[in-house]
């Protein structure tokens, strides 16, 4: 079984998910008592949060760097990045490993081109909406058009995650927002919804989307439970 790498704590509250969701998925693949082999480097969140909004992302690159550095060191044979948003910095964090690197969009588009789906709606921070880190990667490699809400609509899905999500508060009335959202999205043409934050799978699950919902903590944990299991250590 190789080891897990990875980089955590933006927020915590979708790395728990992350653990949850690896160890349930090596367990459910080699039964028993089998959990995953991991390791993870957790960073300050608050610090993250203030750079980003300050757009500092060349300072977040190397924060990102010297925690994958953490992993590297700690024998991960691979690394995710447990979070959607600081995939904008991906490349600097590619940089510094000589282990494979498992990007959030490949294992989504992955699910999303076997679904059938071509135009898909994606609901994250404004960072993952808007920029083209994400988008791009969606289209260019893998033939995928993202369609975004309207600009009132993402501040809503931005501003839940960060004053309610991240501090594990799950309200009903922001369930219903992102309820409304889907559903404007579905109306732009949306074949299925990206939940293009780590933090939504605690808010959205597939019976309260209108829409096929793609979830990218569970798709990224999933990619990293297969790429884990080598088969090789099943009496150990």
Known sequence: MKTIGLIGGMSWESSAEYYRLINQGMKAR??????????????????????????????????????????????????LLCTNTMHRVAPAIEAVLSVPFVHIVDPTAHALRQAGVSRVGLLGTRFTMEQEFYRGRMLERHGIEVLTPDEPDRAVVHDIIYNELCHGLVHDAARAEYQRIIGALQAQGAQAVILGCTEITLLIGQQDSALPVFDTTALHAQAAVAMADTREALSG
């Open 30 to 79: 080699l039964g028993g008592h089998r959990n995953a082999r991991s390791i993870m480097a957790t960073v300050c969140f608050e610090e993250i949060k203030a750079l980003q909004h300050d757009g500092r992302w060349d300072e977040l690159g190397v924060l990102m760097q010297q925690a994958a550095r953490q992993v590297q060191a700690g024998g991960a044979d691979f690394v």
